[in-house]
Nanobody, 126 residues
Framework: QVQLVESGGGLVQAGGSLRLSCAAS????????MGWFRQAPGKEREFVAA????????YYADSVKGRFTISRDNAKNTVYLQMNSLKHEDTAVYYC???????????????????WGQGTQVTVSS
């Protein structure tokens, strides 16, 4: 069993930055990949970014590429999402997630993730 707790959300002006954190427990953190998703009101949950267990490979949605950076600190059992140049359309609840196994076939597929945090709200004012 894996427990995930997100933090770092808030209200920010367009063009600003936020860093989200996701603290994991319940399994050897360094042994599995992680992902970030988001869900805006009235929309489906969508992929944002993902990272392999070692941090050696990262994946991004086209909409955030070049603005967001996913990273992890296995010593702290934490994965981060640095969000720069935020836009109004980035407003959503952000979730971190972990697969049931160590990795995924498709990091963008939310059905490959079995464990989810409670989410943290990010609001970008225009």
């Amino acid at each position: 069993q894996v427990q995930l707790v997100e933090s770092g959300g808030g209200l920010v002006q367009a063009g600003g930055s936020l860093r989200l954190s996701c603290a994991a427990s319940g399994r050897t953190f360094s042994s599995y990949a992680m992902g970030w998703f988001r869900q805006a009101p009235g929309k489906e949950r969508e992929f944002v970014a993902a990272i392999t267990w070692s941090g050696g490979n990262t994946y991004y949605a086209d909409s955030v590429k070049g603005r967001f950076t996913i990273s992890r600190d296995n010593a702290k059992n934490t994965v981060y999402l640095q969000m720069n140049s935020l836009k109004h359309e980035d407003t959503a609840v952000y979730y971190c997630a972990a697969p049931g196994g160590s990795s995924w076939y498709n990091p963008q597929d939310l059905y490959e993730y079995d464990y989810w945090g409670q989410g943290t709200q990010v609001t970008v004012s225009s």
